[in-house]
């Protein structure tokens, strides 16, 4: 019995002295930089911790002279940002298989579609300003590349 007390007494001090030693080693690595940190600013840490990069979204602006914009310049001001790339499930520009079922649908369906907006497409294709001649110019321009 007193050799377990004794070894259950020594587990107890081996405990204590491992982490008196593991204090002893962490805390002034733990302390380091703290003492130098006041000359500086608050604004250090703030600094290190930014991100690397930032995306910022503008609205489209086309410019307009009073005359309706052609197919191919409303879709190089706004539909070549989704459709050039398939982005969000629209179809690709010329990618005959993934437009025969659209173009399936008429004309009039598909400019529905733009007008009022289907999927990830918002309304009017994303140009509020768009007029509807020039909406369906823009269809025509799209569907055109895709027979």
Do not use: F
Request: net charge positive; aromatic share 2%; hydrophobic share 45%.
């Amino acid at each position: 019995m007193a050799s377990k007390q004794n070894s259950s007494q020594m587990i107890l001090v081996v405990t204590i002295v491992v982490a008196i030693v593991l204090i002893a080693i962490i805390w002034p690595l733990s302390m380091m930089g703290k003492g130098s940190a006041s000359s500086g600013s608050g604004d250090d840490a703030e600094s290190r911790i930014m991100p690397v990069a930032r995306v910022e979204m503008q609205k489209v602006v086309v410019k307009s002279d009073g005359k309706p914009r052609t197919g191919e310049a409303v879709y190089n001001a706004v539909c070549t940002a989704c459709h050039a790339a398939g982005v969000a499930g629209a179809p690709k520009t010329g990618d005959k298989a993934a437009w025969a079922p659209r173009i399936a649908t008429g004309a009039a369906a598909l400019l529905a579609s733009v007008t009022n907006g289907k999927n990830a497409m918002p309304p009017r294709g994303g140009g509020a300003d768009l007029t509807d001649a020039e909406l369906k110019a823009a269809v025509d321009y799209l569907t055109g590349k895709a027979k």
